[in-house]
């Protein structure tokens, strides 16, 4: 339960959107029921895009349909732990897109690129997000920036969201805004 939720969307007609748990080593859990019926109900999904709303640790997901609603499924989930990084390019681009970050938190190993434009006419907020399950910090955290530098940091606590520049290491850092209240996730359909 370590790892963030993607959600896969379909394209060609109205159909409910995929929403799965990974697992680690390569396997997936189907979780579209834990979500609820606006989650599940048929769409034609385009666009998809990723954004902690709230400042609390877990992503929101913004989901746009063809000639119809966009929908904002706000995650309020789980006491699981989190680390959200933001970027601050030197030599590399301003944003740091192209980075790629490896994380060790416990026994956990995650590796995640800062990409930009991932979804049909969508962006994403420019950062990661790291779900750390019940560790309360990141034990070892690597950067390796577009420009080819390496920055190495160790021992970041979880539960807010860091700023690293090139070359500098963490420059500020922010806990989160507020609690989260369980796992129910409620959905808000804007025209």
């Given at each position: 339960e370590n790892e963030i939720e993607r959600v896969q969307k379909r394209v060609a007609y109205a159909?409910?959107?995929?929403?799965?748990r990974n697992l680690g080593g390569g396997k997936f859990r189907e979780v579209i029921q834990q979500m609820g019926a606006a989650f599940a109900s048929p769409k034609v999904a385009r666009g998809t895009a990723y954004a902690d709303i709230d400042n609390d640790g877990a992503l929101d997901i913004l989901l746009t349909t063809n000639g119809g609603r966009v929908w904002l499924f706000h995650n309020e989930g789980g006491t699981n732990h989190s680390l959200r990084v933001k970027f601050v390019g030197t030599k590399s681009n301003r944003d740091g897109i192209g980075a790629v970050v490896r994380v060790n938190s416990g026994n956990d190993?995650?590796?995640?690129?800062?990409?930009?434009?991932?979804?049909?006419?969508?962006?994403?907020?420019?950062?990661?997000?790291?779900g750390l399950g019940s560790q309360t910090k990141v034990d070892t955290l690597e950067v390796q920036w577009p420009s080819g530098q390496v920055d190495k940091l160790s021992n970041i606590p979880g539960d807010q969201t860091v700023t690293i520049k090139e070359g500098k290491g963490v420059i500020a850092s922010k806990?989160?805004?507020?609690?989260?209240t369980g796992n129910v996730r409620r959905a808000t359909a804007v025209r």
């Open positions: 159909e409910p959107p995929h929403l799965f190993k995650q590796s995640q690129m800062l990409r930009s434009g991932s979804s049909y006419l969508s962006q994403s907020e420019l950062m990661l997000t790291f806990p989160y805004g507020k609690p989260r």
